[in-house]
């Protein structure tokens, strides 16, 4: 079945350092691959998507390439600041309409 | 525009007694969802309405779960009775009409964290 696998956390940098979250999926057929974002006290965001093979999304700094020869969406920052800190979800869809999401990610982002 | 909105945004319950969630999807969103995150795990899939009727509730636990959407408006899922297990947070979405076969964005709302004590 579809599924997605999220790099554990939590995850704790100082600011400017360079982010990465792995994830990869599994999914029959050719699903859109997101990250959405949940900030403290907040529900959950899109932050960024990518509907086919080799698309980048990119929003807010962030950007991850949709690759499906690894079958991954690895979410990277160049320099993270202390407002980024949040939970980060990857997920995907395929032909139906529900998401499927990893179980989060857990960042820190220290001054 | 006005998001998704949730209610309650808490709820503390004992083992046996109900509750009613309720959302409120963007207004002209046909579809309605329903997702939850039990502690530390992945958020799960529960159901998706399109507009008043339920399109896919395949992941719904069991019968102790109904929900509903009458009108096609606001959506309410009612948890009876309740169990330990069911504690978690419960979000909802919304989404535009589908059209073709791409996945609409959905919008989610902030959560109802749910615990049974």
């Known amino acids: 079945g579809d599924s997605v696998t999220q790099m554990e956390g939590p995850v704790t940098l100082s600011e400017e350092a360079f982010l990465t979250i792995n994830c990869t999926y599994t999914?029959?057929?050719?699903?859109?691959l997101f990250w959405y974002v949940q900030y403290p006290g907040e529900g959950l965001q899109l932050l960024l998507k990518?509907?086919?093979?080799?698309d980048k999304g990119s929003n807010k700094g962030f950007e991850a390439t949709y690759r499906k020869e690894t079958t991954s969406f690895h979410l990277e920052k160049g320099s993270v600041q202390v407002s980024d800190s949040a939970v980060y979800f990857c997920?995907?869809?395929?032909?139906?309409?529900?998401?499927?999401f990893g179980t989060g990610t857990r960042l820190t982002v220290i001054p | 525009e006005a998001g998704v909105t949730q209610f309650p945004s808490h709820s503390v319950i004992e083992k046996g007694q109900t509750v009613t969630l309720r959302c409120d999807p963007i207004?002209?969103?046909?579809?309605l969802y329903w997702y939850r995150r039990v502690m530390g795990k992945e958020i799960k899939f529960l159901l998706h309405?399109?507009?008043?009727?339920?399109?896919?509730e395949s992941g719904m636990p069991n019968n102790r779960f109904l929900a509903e959407r009458t009108g096609g408006t606001y959506s309410t899922l009612k948890v009876q009775p309740a169990e330990l297990e069911d504690s978690g947070v419960y979000f909802c979405?919304?989404?535009?009409?589908?059209?073709?076969?791409?996945?609409?964005?959905?919008?989610f709302g902030p959560g109802t964290r749910l615990l049974v004590l």
């Open positions: 309405f399109v507009k008043e009727s339920k399109q896919d």
């Open positions: 997920a995907l869809s395929t032909g139906a309409n529900n998401l499927f």
């Open positions: 979405a919304s989404s535009q009409e589908r059209t073709g076969l791409r996945s609409e964005t959905q919008y």
């Open positions: 999914a029959t057929g050719y699903p859109s």
């Open positions: 207004s002209g969103h046909d579809n």
């Open positions: 990518a509907t086919k093979a080799d």
